[in-house]
């Protein structure tokens, strides 16, 4: 009986200590990795394609249309999902998705960044929330799905393809991708993990985080899948992210 008590007393306090080495590194590196996401967009600016039309390892960025584009493969038609697409990162989010693409989370932030550095800025640093409602930003995004079928393309906005129970929540971009933690981003995507880290000791610690930040408005989490909508399992797909622009009161 005693060991088991002390057995658990080690883990509580490896939790501790984790949890605050966390909180420790991302504050202390805050700032670089701010300045470090500005230089890697400054050397992304000079690898110009056409004129305005940039890109981010898979992620194509047009400048004047105010959009990014990548692919995915469908994976689910049917059933509950927390997030509509996964892009890589968070290893284990990809089996509670509908759509799995190659872009990489860490990528999908720059591009980000890259469209509107404020938007980023407000949303991910959680600057000026004194003033700015980060739910529902002066700039907004709408995501399409684009598909070939009997040889013509389709296109859909990706709310068609889920099913929200409670009329208060407002899904947003965040709701649909996972956009990534500042808490836990470093460890994560910097640190370059191969797998989902299931047996890590911070991992119990970032998932029980995360579930808790992804409950919206009327705590409901995830969505079902509309089945009606859904392209077919398997069918490869074009993501266009969209940059909306809504006027200011």
């Not at 797998?195 to 998932?207: A, D, M, N």
Request: aromatic fraction near 12%; charged fraction near 30%; hydrophobic fraction near 40%.
């Amino acid at each position: 009986m005693k060991k088991e008590i002390k057995n658990i007393l080690i883990i509580f306090l490896l939790i501790i200590i984790g949890i605050v080495s966390v909180i420790y590194y991302n504050l202390y590196l805050k700032e670089n990795r701010i300045k470090k996401m500005e230089t890697t967009i400054s050397e992304i600016i000079k690898e110009e394609t056409e004129e305005n039309i940039y890109q981010i390892s898979n992620i194509v960025i047009d400048k004047n249309k105010e959009e990014m584009y990548f692919t995915g493969r469908v994976v689910k038609t049917e059933g509950w999902v927390q997030f509509l697409i996964y892009v890589d990162g968070y290893k284990w989010l990809e089996d509670e998705a509908a759509i799995i693409s190659d872009a990489r989370l860490k990528d999908l932030q720059l591009s980000l960044a890259f469209l509107d550095w404020k938007y980023w800025d407000e949303f991910y640093y959680m600057k000026k929330v004194e003033k700015v409602d980060i739910k529902t930003p002066e700039t907004d995004w709408e995501i399409l799905i684009q598909w070939k079928e009997d040889n013509k393309f389709k296109i859909i906005q990706a709310n068609e393809t889920i099913i929200i129970k409670d009329t208060k929540d407002l899904i947003k971009l965040p709701h649909l991708i996972f956009l990534g933690n500042l808490l836990f981003d470093q460890i994560v995507l910097e640190g370059e993990l191969t797998t989902s880290c299931q047996g890590c000791p911070l991992f119990s610690v970032e998932e029980k985080t995360l579930r808790k930040l992804f409950k919206r408005k009327s705590l409901e989490s995830g969505y079902e899948i509309n089945s009606e909508i859904m392209p077919p399992l398997n069918t490869k797909i074009n993501i266009i992210i969209k940059k909306l622009n809504f006027p200011k009161d």
